[in-house]
């Protein structure tokens, strides 16, 4: 609970829904039961949240957040290419996750509606994605212009489920210190960034220029 007399803040508010998430074993019914007996005010909730629902998707994307500026918090990381870049914000998301799993699992506890657990995901998504269009470099990127957009979307849905599928891993891993989901980490990555490998496309963009070009200009 904050302190009398503090001016609360929206960290305060998070913290104090987890705490009662995992004390209570389950989310409070509405806002009005949230802040009884809080030393904050509905009006002071609605200052930074809409709905208890809003403050879920807040959670998650704080977690992202804190992984950014962890990540930006290292001299060396703009150096990085795309995939060490990638790499590093997995293993940092994940300690996070890992520091904060008791609500985790508790938040994405399976219901009957599956879409109810990946709402709280929303803004995480929206976040990781645009994360995933800025480190995108040309290394990975077709030199077709017109396929570019329709390539770029591609890579960012394909990486928002890959997330999906680790945190789906983690959540069920029981190794210690969640090694098998470091490991995990590691090869699908790998993997995903030899799939990602545009210089065939790219050759074959190329075959096809030509034989367009020496259909076209054969029959002149």
């Known amino acids: 609970m904050a302190p009398k007399n503090k001016i609360i803040t929206k960290e ?32 002071e909730f609605y200052s930074f ?11 998650f994307r704080l977690f992202f957040d804190n992984t950014v500026k962890l990540l930006h918090q290292h ?5 990085y290419d ?6 590093s914000f ?13 609500y985790v699992l508790q938040a994405l506890k399976t219901d009957r509606n599956p879409l109810k657990n990946l ?26 212009e017109k396929l570019q957009k329709f390539q770029e979307k591609t890579i960012q849905e394909s990486a928002w489920l890959q997330l999906m599928l680790t945190i789906k891993f983690w959540k069920d891993d029981e190794s210690a210190a969640f090694e098998k989901t470091d490991i995990f980490i590691e090869k699908s990555v790998n993997a995903s960034f ?18 367009f070009k020496e259909k076209i200009y054969s029959k002149q």
């Open 119 to 144: 709402t709280q995901l929303t803004s995480l998504r929206d976040s990781f994605k645009a994360y995933v269009a800025e480190i995108l470099t040309d290394d990975y990127r077709l030199e077709v």
């Open 12 to 43: 305060d508010i998070v913290s104090i829904y987890m705490n009662e998430v995992l004390e209570k074993g389950e989310k409070p019914k509405s806002v009005y039961h949230f802040v009884k007996d809080k030393d904050f005010t509905e009006a």
């Open 82 to 87: 795309m995939k060490n870049k990638m790499l």
């Open 194 to 211: 030899e799939l990602m490998n545009v210089a065939p496309m790219n050759h074959l963009i190329d075959l096809g220029k030509f034989l």
């Open 90 to 102: 997995y293993f940092t998301f994940f300690e996070i996750l890992t520091a904060n799993r008791s």
């Open 75 to 79: 001299e060396e990381y703009p150096q």
């Open 49 to 59: 949240f809409g709905t208890l629902e809003g403050l879920e998707k807040e959670i």
